[in-house]
């Protein structure tokens, strides 16, 4: 059962990764679904920020695909968004997952205001069973989690105007995007409800390579659970010594924080999606990933956290590490929720300190020094 859920999780990540894809090449679907976000759902930093179907599916499917399987944990798994949509007519349905593909559709169809063709799409990919070679499941580690005590945060499409913007991929530096459909990410995080701690990670990148007019994505994963660290195999390869060291920022990020790091010796390279920047230093094109402001919530990190600790990493309080900075155990993130699977995520689950995401964790040591005011 143990592997079962990691299993579950890269298979249900794909199937997300190819409903994002269904949505994003379907020019007339992708108008019709978008919704401008407001009041309390919007996120500050952002002048625009959207939800859309796409978002609300995708964090159904998961919720239905691991909690019909995995009754443990059926009622602690959470998402981002309210699982509420209107259409052009007006209505606000519900969107779940229903029994059978048939009756999905009819759901659907309601959201898309009679669009028939468009809801029957859909519903093929939530109720679709993906085969196994579909997904990557070489050296899979057994694993006996206490799914009882664990619970679930989904992000289901991370930089969602870039999602919905569909520009092609802009490089910054070091192989690291800046915009585009390539920062574009599904994040699904385990956590264990008494420690805090991320003991599961998957990140899927939807739109990882492209031929032609088809795309394809790439997964990947990490667990640290007791004294079993493992991920993905890509992730293991060997940071440059040679190569400069690389900070990967929000284009938004303090122009004094910039500039600090790169007196420091560092190259700064800028990228859209905290999902998309943690995958950047999971895989070693950037050393840190830095954040001041309170602007990511649980479901931005708790996945790549987890795949950060298999590496030796981990994410930290930006602002508790510059006030204390020897104690990274005590500034590390920790994980919970404060309300039911069915009720609205709220503030209580932002990272109101901002975050540093890491794989060495003396390069955070140094950053203090070289951060903190002399």
Known sequence: ????????????????????????????????????????????????????????????????????????????????????????????????????????????????????????????????????????????????????????????????????????????????????????????????????QPILGVVNQPFYTQHGSRWEGMCQWGVKFGDLSKCSASLLRNMEDDRAKVAVLSGSEDPNLKCRLRSAGYVVAEASGAGYKQLCVARGNADLYLLTKGSTFMWDTCGPHAILRSLGGGIVSYKRVLENGENLEEAELKYGANHTAEEQCSASHCNLEGIIAFRDRSLVHELVKILRPS
């Open 1 to 196: 059962m143990g592997t079962s859920i990691l299993e579950s999780l890269l298979k249900v990540s794909e199937k997300a990764a190819n409903i994002a894809r269904v949505i994003r090449q379907d020019e007339h679907l992708i108008k019709l679904l978008v919704q401008e976000k407001k009041g309390a759902e919007k996120n500050p930093r952002f002048v625009q920020d959207f939800k859309t179907l796409a978002d609300v599916l995708i964090q159904e499917t998961v919720k239905h695909d691991i909690g019909s399987r995995f009754p443990d944990i059926v009622n602690h798994i959470f998402g981002e968004e309210s699982n509420t949509f209107s259409n052009v007519l007006g209505d606000t349905i519900t969107v779940q997952v229903q029994a059978d593909q048939v009756a999905t559709a009819a759901l659907l169809s309601t959201v898309l205001s009679g669009d028939t063709q468009a809801a029957e799409r859909l519903a093929l990919e939530v109720h679709r069973d993906l085969r196994l070679e579909d997904v990557d499941m070489e050296n899979l580690p057994q694993l006996n989690l206490p799914l009882e005590q664990c619970g679930i945060w989904i992000d289901p499409i991370d930089s969602t105007s870039e999602y919905i913007s569909g520009e092609e991929a802009k490089l910054s530096a070091n192989d690291i995007y800046k915009s585009g459909l390539g920062c574009v990410t599904v994040l699904i995080g385990v956590f264990d409800r008494v420690s805090g």
